[in-house]
């Protein structure tokens, strides 16, 4: 009798964003000045990451990934929230290299995909006003309203208990709901870390991540805003904790993360 077939191997993970708080003070263009943060104004946001998926090969697999928003913000005396899902996208990934060894682990991977219009767009709305000079719409809508193109790479590279990572994406924007089109934008994150437990079942680690994002102006109906561009560099730990669990057919892992950003 032919032992059973073993099925693709299937994933289900999760992941969750501590709140991270947003300082916001105005600049002046003409002498790229630091201005004072007039009435305090703030955007306190907390991210759930929920994904789940499916790996047809060793070398092929296919994750779709659904953020929960909520955030506050305030000015002044006036304060508000939002809450709701953001926009989904579904993510294809490949490995382009693996190397694996007892002390050493190399792996390449490129990923591409499309962000469904999920989230609530209506905060783009450009007939409502700005909740203050320094918070707009784009800054407090859930979604984009439309159908972009995302399309990357990373790296993964261990010896022993020491490791550094390392990835970027880009995000090919279309208009989507009043007009209103995200301009295209590139964010990268990286960095050195350490395993403080590295098991079979379960690991911990430590590691020191430098982030950023770049974008240029959004445009509504072609017309190109003054105030939505941005370049921005962030850098502080993150610790990351991992379990895994199997059986024979069909096998299953299941894997969560922990981040905090500060």
Known sequence: MRPPRRKARRAWAGSLALPTITRISTRSRSTDTKAPNVGDQYI??????????????????????????????????????????GDASL??????????????????????????????ASRLNPNEPDFAPGIGGHDLALGSGSFDGLVGTGFFARWKRLFVTGGM?????????FAYQFANDWTWSGGPG????????YTLSLQLVVSGETKGEDTIAGVATDDTAITAVYLGPQLNLTWTGQQVVPDYRVRAGVTWHF
């Open 194 to 201: 350490g395993y403080l437990i590295l098991g079979d079942r």
């Open 169 to 177: 994406q880009y995000a090919v924007r279309s208009e989507g709901d």
């Open 91 to 120: 993510i294809g990934n490949v490995r382009l290299l693996q190397e694996l060894s007892v002390d050493s682990t190399l792996v390449w991977t490129a990923l591409g995909g499309v962000k469904f219009p999920t989230g609530d």
């Open 44 to 85: 306190r946001s907390s991210i759930w990451q929920l994904f789940a998926g499916y790996n047809f090969s060793d070398r092929l697999g296919l994750q779709f990934n659904l953020p929960i928003i909520y955030q506050e913000y305030g000015y002044q005396s006036e304060h508000g929230s939002e809450s709701g899902i």
